[in-house]
């Protein structure tokens, strides 16, 4: 029996298309700026010009991260709604019950991840929800159907990690995790430890942004 569902990105093999974010919008016809999976482009390093007045690259890097929900095992934005709206379900997906949310924005600043948002067009707090309508069906979530690359999956958590080990953060995503993210990140080759440190290049698109006053 399935105890608690959560990804896999390989961010070794993601080459940033964003089409997991896209499928995501259109599966849940989501306006414009508005989105539950993001992909940050995150890199680092500079120039350096020789005694020859050659360029070359100094420490070079990018990498793409594609992140959602995390669906935690004590996800901080259940625990901070004071009517209930936010349910975990048996097999641990979080979700938002829309008809129930009073739009406090409570969940939006207890989460570490940036996951749940406030739509301008309803009104409430919304976020990935993994696709359960899907799932119940036997269906792959949209977001992993949609990758080029297969370098999104999700299952089975603990499958998971026995395949692709226990790494629940890789630059940009927090290396806090006291709310058990249930989510497995493969690094990529060329920065595996998190040694190189970098810069969202596109937080103009992928970083939604609030002032929470509780």
Known sequence: MVTQYGFHHNVDECIGCKLCVVACKDKN?????????????????????????VMST?????????????????????????????????????????TACIGCKACIGACPYGAPYMSSAT?????????????????????????????????????????????????PVTSVTQTEPNVVFTPSRWNPNDDMSGDILNPDVEIISETITL
Do not use: T
């Open 29 to 53: 016809d989501l306006p414009l700026g508005e989105k539950y999976r993001r992909v940050y482009d995150y890199g680092g390093g500079s120039w350096k010009v020789d005694e020859n007045g």
């Open 58 to 98: 100094d420490g070079f890097f990018m990498q793409f991260v594609s992140l959602s929900c995390n669906h935690c095992s004590a996800p901080a934005c259940l625990a901070s709604c004071p009517v209930g709206a936010i349910i975990k379900r048996d097999d641990g997906i979080v979700y938002i019950d829309k």
């Open 123 to 171: 009104g409430v707090s919304q976020k990935c929800d993994l696709c359960y309508d899907l799932i119940d069906k036997g269906e792959n979530p949209v977001c992993v159907q949609s990758c080029p690359m297969r370098c999104l999956e999700y299952g089975e958590i603990e499958e998971l990690r026995s395949k692709h080990g226990d790494r629940a953060y890789v630059a």
